[in-house]
């Protein structure tokens, strides 16, 4: 399959279940809301070292958000829901109870709950109040700048993580362009979050190393640097290639992102240096959702 | 289907325990079925037939109507449905409510949804003593549900409410919220002497100063912007009630109390 010059691989991402939930964060303003979620999302690029995988999903007006303040909606994943609840309630603790006008609630409803304030209430050391509100149960702790207002709890949805796909470019700042053009698309479209620096990483790996302390490397088939060295998947005019990982709370909501995502950077063309589309997989045995690139652009 | 009505022939001489008339206790029984239930009264058994003309057929649907202060126990244990009352009822109506919906137009005596756990009472006139209270010696008040009263509350509403809503568009009588574990109550009216006595825990929101004042038991924590007053405010609009009509506000003066006890609750006066 070519699009506008560009190869789109007859390949397919490889992707695995994971335990996700949305949050939104609010605050006195959208800056502090976002600083507040930037923090949350910090260091939340892949479970391989941070324990999760996070991202803001979008901005929330104050008609959009339960207090009426302005708001930011993010996603987090973990492996598991013990593993996501640790994280959620670190996270909330350290970046969300600290940031100053900051209030905490449940982004989503399912029938499995997991805690997001549950804990955090004993920072209020007594002083900490219940409120019941249209049967959910919301915590008030006092903080010195007033209240910190969250919810108990927030629904666990069994969810996507490891969708994702390469950009294969003539050169570096091609490739990070098509990347660019691509994430302002693929986030407009809810449900998903694409966790690393900008949406983007330049250090795809693969499964396992010659270092038995290592469980992933870096993706050697795909280094440019490493044509002549190692059994290379890229042809001979390809610089520089990026990568573009999706975690989302369906796989329908990944096909989308996927879709727009390789969609924009194909609208650049081979014209703008980008040769191909391809992705990550690891032959089927990593993941159970298999994200076919030309059933996906078909 | 039409409401299955119960409209009481004459005001009886007894107080009567209408606790049986529950959606729960008569679904899939047959009008003559349901005209037989007998509903103690005094020493007496009485048929609902020789109290009541009884129509309809809808059994989650229940309308009293001529009803009098003597009718007590109305919608206890009631899990699901609703009753509509026209006229008066007695004591203990919606006690251990779990669910559903009580409607009266008409006043109601002592003990308003005691111990109730979930549902909503509401009143459309006013309430006798004991709202959302507990039974002589136990705890627990009600737990959960909401109770709406259009008029004015009688005294110790809300003694030992562990959880839930009282709503009051009125006045509220003495005591009010006394031995208070936790939950709400808003009161648009005036409260009455000795407001959250004992009180634990809870909140009591109101839209204006007490003419009283506040109780010296309660410290001033000064004035702030609580967040959930916003939500909580938004949880009232989906009420039949003024309620859902009051203009949200955040800025309170806030009072801690009772501190005669633990002095964990609160009063919020709108500023």
């Known amino acids: ?298 | 289907m039409s409401a299955l009505t119960f409209t009481l022939k004459a005001a009886p001489s007894q107080r009567i325990d209408c606790s049986p008339l529950t959606p729960e206790l008569l679904a899939e029984k047959t009008l003559d079925q349901i005209k037989a239930i007998e509903l103690v009264s005094g020493k007496q058994k009485l048929s609902v037939e020789s109290l009541f003309d009884v129509a309809g057929d809808d059994t989650n649907d229940i309308h009293v109507a001529n009803s009098t202060n003597k009718l007590d126990f109305i919608g206890r244990n009631m899990t699901h449905g609703k009753i509509s009352v026209d006229g008066d009822v007695g004591a203990y109506l919606g006690l251990f409510m779990e669910a559903g919906e009580i409607e009266v137009n008409g006043n109601t005596a002592i003990y308003t949804g005691c111990e109730m756990k979930g549902g909503q009472i509401k009143v459309n006139g006013n309430t006798g003593d004991f709202v959302g209270g507990a039974r002589p010696g136990q705890k627990n008040g009600m737990t959960g549900g909401t109770i709406i009263i259009t008029g004015n509350s009688g005294d110790r509403t809300g003694d030992h409410m562990r959880r839930g809503y009282i709503l009051i568009e009125g006045n509220a009588g003495d005591y009010c919220a006394s031995r208070m574990v936790s939950g709400t109550i808003a009161v648009l009216g005036d409260t009455g002497a000795h407001l959250g006595y004992a009180m634990k825990r809870g909140t009591i929101l109101l839209t204006k100063m007490p003419s009283r004042g506040i109780t010296a038991n309660f410290n001033d924590c000064g004035s702030h912007t609580l967040a959930f007053l916003a939500l909580l405010f938004a949880s009232f609009k989906k009420l039949d009630s003024q309620f859902a009509n009051i203009e949200s506000f955040s800025r309170v003066q806030r009072y801690a109390g009772d501190l005669a006890g633990i002095g964990m609750g609160e009063i919020l006066v709108k500023i």
């Open chain 1, 1 to 298: 399959m070519i699009i506008n010059g560009v190869t789109i691989d007859e390949t397919f991402a490889e992707a695995f279940p994971m335990k996700g939930t949305r949050l939104i964060i609010t605050a006195h303003n959208a800056k502090w809301a976002m600083i507040s979620a930037q923090a949350f999302t910090g260091f939340a690029t892949s479970v391989i070292a941070c324990g999760c995988e996070a991202g803001i999903e979008r901005e929330l007006d104050g008609s959009e958000t339960p207090d009426g303040r302005p708001g930011v909606s993010v996603l987090i994943f973990a492996m598991g829901g013990k593993g996501l609840a640790k994280q959620v309630e670190t996270r909330a603790g350290q970046c969300v109870l600290t940031s100053p006008t900051s209030a905490l609630f449940s982004g989503l409803d399912e029938e499995t709950e997991m805690a997001l304030g549950q804990n955090l209430r004993f920072f209020g050391d007594g002083f900490q109040i219940s409120k019941m509100i249209d049967g959910k149960r919301y915590w008030r702790i006092p903080v010195m700048d007033g209240e910190f207002l969250t919810q108990e709890k927030t629904g666990v949805a069994a969810s996507v993580g490891g969708g994702n796909f390469l950009v294969l470019a003539e050169s570096q700042a091609q490739a990070l362009a098509a990347c660019e053009a691509a994430i302002e698309e693929m986030k407009k479209i809810p449900n998903v979050i694409m966790p690393f620096p900008g949406g983007v990483v330049r250090s795809g790996s693969k499964v396992g190393s010659k270092y038995k302390a290592l469980n992933a490397s870096t993706n050697d088939a795909f280094c440019p640097t490493l044509k002549g060295q190692t059994k290379s998947d890229l042809s001979p005019e390809v610089e520089s290639v990026m990568e573009i990982v999706i975690d989302g709370l369906t796989k329908e909501d990944i096909d989308k992102a996927m879709r727009v995502g390789i969609q924009a950077v194909c609208d650049l063309g081979a014209e703008k240096g980008i040769r191909r589309i391809s992705a990550g997989n690891y032959g089927g045995k990593l993941g159970p959702f298999h994200f076919h690139l030309q059933e996906i652009m078909a």
